[in-house]
């Protein structure tokens, strides 16, 4: 069975630094592009980062040169680095998996919530 | 950047109706289009993939159907387990861009 689980969210000030970690298993991870995907409270799905196989690193731009993503294929875990926090950066942060060809996300975690206040 | 519109926001619809999402990219995105559902509290789920085809293990009465800019998606008849978000997402540059997403509630 695939499964994806974040881990990694909390309560952080504005300002503040969080890594986020997305363990996988069922599934060779060294093969596939990994994403995380964010959604605030009652809003919609958007897109923050991408990791691909070779390791090229992909984001958004509200997110770029705050955030590192980065992988582990050794320990099948993908990583989420988040610095210089925002209130606007509070959300649900979900892992996904690219579908093997094909560019929809097959299999997502069940999410993990980061909350950036004072 | 490629721009997903999403329609309706909202939608009420009683069991066993026919309901109708759709999405229009700015662009042509040829197929690179997707279907998600979203429960409360739950990750999205994958439904439909480059525009048409099924994914694995859900029901036939979900299909998707377009391409170039203009994109269908359809529950032929509602079941109770299908009150939900739809989001359609765009993929075919990074970055992947979703629709605002659809909320299928109960007349």
């Known amino acids: 069975e695939v499964l994806l689980v974040e881990s990694g969210g909390a309560l952080v000030q504005p300002g503040g630094s969080l890594r986020l970690s997305c363990t996988a298993s069922g599934f060779t991870f060294s093969s596939y592009d990994m994403h995380w995907v964010r959604q605030a409270t009652g809003k919609g799905l958007e897109w923050v980062s991408t990791i691909n196989t070779p390791g090229d690193s992909y984001y958004a731009g509200s997110v770029k040169g705050r955030f590192t993503i980065s992988r582990e294929n050794g320990n099948n875990s993908l990583y989420l680095q988040m610095n210089r926090l925002t209130p606007g950066d509070t959300a649900v942060y979900y892992c996904?998996?690219?579908?093997?060809?094909?560019?929809?996300?097959?299999?997502w975690g069940p999410g993990t919530l980061v909350t950036v206040s004072s | 950047d490629t721009q997903m519109t999403q329609s309706p926001s909202s939608l009420s619809a009683s069991v066993g109706d026919r309901v109708t999402i759709t999405c229009q990219a700015s662009q042509d995105i040829s197929n690179y289009l997707n279907w998600y559902q979203q429960k409360p509290g739950k990750a999205p789920k994958l439904l439909i993939y480059?525009?048409?085809n099924l994914e694995t293990g859900v029901p036939s009465r979900f299909s998707g159907s377009g391409s170039g800019t203009d994109f269908t998606f359809t529950i032929s008849s509602l079941q109770p387990e299908d009150f939900a978000t739809y989001y359609c997402?765009?993929?075919?540059?990074?970055?992947?861009?979703f629709g605002g997403g659809t909320k299928v509630e109960l007349k």
């Open positions: 480059d525009a048409s």
């Open positions: 996904s998996r690219r579908k093997w060809g094909s560019r929809a996300l097959d299999q």
């Open positions: 997402q765009e993929y075919e540059n990074l970055p992947p861009f």
